[in-house]
């Protein structure tokens, strides 16, 4: 890399537009939708979309909700113009969908694609050039009037061609290629030109494509750039302005917001942006962003899941971990401090009885789109105490005490720490239940009766202890008072009862119940016990069991 890039590299010029308007605009509804999957994403294919491919997206794209799909450049390849004729002589084109074509300004080129349209009921013609100095100069060697009179005659060409086929209900669409590096009073002249020819109204309407085809500059600029032709284009209320965003220097999507503010009404991209060179701009993304403000989109993307399966099965490309709202990884927290919030937001979101999504690290909510609770919290060496006490609680119903919590996440961060892999949430569970003897108690509860004598409870138990049956016999001030006495005659062990804490699994009357018990020992060593049973005294005297055995010589050894 140059140690001074400005001997190199200019910066391109902003736009005077000191009274500009849109910064102080906000966004309260969904703009049009083109998707140009099937034309602009399947050219920047290594491999372009065969036809069994093609036909699986825009069964996709119509399953989403979109109305404007561009489906080819049918002059350019044999396979594109066949698609089209089989979309149109298939009938697979629905009533309320418009199918969009593109094709340069030459004459053979557009009576090719005239077509490929034949008997189309509905379409959008898209004619382009490029209109740049850089290409006016550097690609085609043409001064300005010949960019126009090229623009001008394939107008002139499309629209009598339209006008000899009045059985499609036809759209115009122009496009000044290289617009955002095209100076703005160039742009609005040459646009105006193919107005004047197409005479857009009600009738005959027109859309002006104003994209962002290599990124050259602040997504502000480009605001601006959309804003002054908007302001000065004479037929402004006869015409859609649509915005074409390229990512170049990773700033798509704000291009294309900030192009709506000024302005735009419809925005042409692919689904997770595919496209040349650094690809289109994200629809998923732009739509999920209005979507995350309270806007809706018009799009479906409620299955998130299969549009990332039928997007990656059809492009061959795969989607990022963490590409916004679609990646694998997007709704998951692994830092202690995010899980810990997370957490809490769901715990005050459930007993609030929230509506409104307010929710730490989450911008939606990720059942909107079809994904589980499951994938919010992972748990790894950086999680803290809430990683794996959410994925006992999500899946197990499991509300751990907060010093238990602790407790465990200790062991958790051991168990990370000693593989440097992600627990699974069996692995956790395993754990969980390894240490404080959920499903295999080295002390087994087999009977207990107790009997209340006044301010005394006298309990009668029998326990499996290493494959003998053992009768326990206390006494004490409650239950589990009772049962720390006989556990001191039968056992010799001396424990105080340090915490207790227990809740329903359910909300239904015969719901399990689960049980946790903290016991400390003569030298003052800290032990949890957890038990569930479908009876709470049950679940408390096995609880207070499991925590016993951890006081156990044998126990401790084979543990440790």
Known sequence: MLTQPAEKYRAFPVLALPDRQWPDRQLTSAPRWLSTDLRDGNQALAEPMDAERKLAFWQLL?????????????????????????????????????????????????????????????????????????????????????????????????????????????????????FCFTEPAFALAICEAVADVWQPCAERPMIINLPATVEVNTPNVY??????????????????????????????????????????????????????????????????????????????????????????????????????????????????????????GFAIREQRQESIWQMPYLPIDPADIGCSYEAVIRVNSQSGKSGAAWLLEQNHGLRLPR???????????????????????????????????????MLKLLEAESRSDGDITRLEASLRVDGAVQRLQGRGNGLLSAATDALRRALGLTLTIADYHEHTLGKRSDSRSAAYVCCLNNQGERAWGVAIDSDIARASLQALLNAAAAALPAENTRRA
């Not at 080129?109 to 100095?133: K, S, V």
């Not at 999507?253 to 701009?281: H, I, K, P, S, Y």
């Open 403 to 441: 010093a238990l919590m602790q407790d465990f996440s200790q062991r958790v961060q051991q168990e990370t720490d000693r593989h440097g892999k992600e627990m699974t949430q069996r692995a956790v569970w395993r754990c969980f239940c390894l240490h404080y003897g959920v499903e295999q108690p």
């Open 62 to 178: 119509l399953a989403c909700g979109f109305k404007e799909i561009e489906v080819a450049f049918p002059a350019a390849s044999q396979t594109d113009f066949q698609f089209v004729r089989e979309l149109i002589e298939q009938r697979r084109i629905p009533d309320d969908v418009t199918i969009q074509v593109l094709t340069q300004a030459r004459d053979a080129l557009i009576a090719r694609t005239f077509e490929a349209l034949q008997g189309a009921p509905r379409a959008i013609l898209h004619l382009y050039n490029a209109t740049a100095p850089l290409f006016r100069e550097r690609v085609f060697g043409q001064s300005q009037a010949e960019i126009v009179a090229l623009a001008c005659a394939g107008a002139r060409q499309i629209r009598a061609g339209c006008e000899a086929r009045p059985e499609t209900h036809w759209t115009f669409e122009y496009s000044p290629e290289t």
């Open 223 to 344: 605001a601006d750039q959309i804003e002054y032709f908007c302001r000065h284009f004479s037929r402004r209320d006869a015409v859609c302005i649509s915005v074409h965003p390229h990512n170049d220097r990773g700033t798509g999507t704000a291009c294309a917001e900030l192009a709506l503010l000024a302005g735009a009404d419809r925005v042409e991209g692919c689904l997770f942006g595919n496209g040349e060179r650094t690809g289109n701009v994200d629809i998923v993304t732009l739509a999920l962003n209005l979507y995350s403000q309270g806007v809706a989109p018009r799009l479906d993307f409620s299955d998130i899941a299969k549009v990332v399966e039928v997007v990656t099965r059809c492009n061959q490309l795969p989607v990022h971990p963490r590409h916004p709202y679609a990646g694998e990884l997007v709704f998951t927290a692994f830092s202690g401090s995010h899980q810990d919030a997370i957490r809490k």
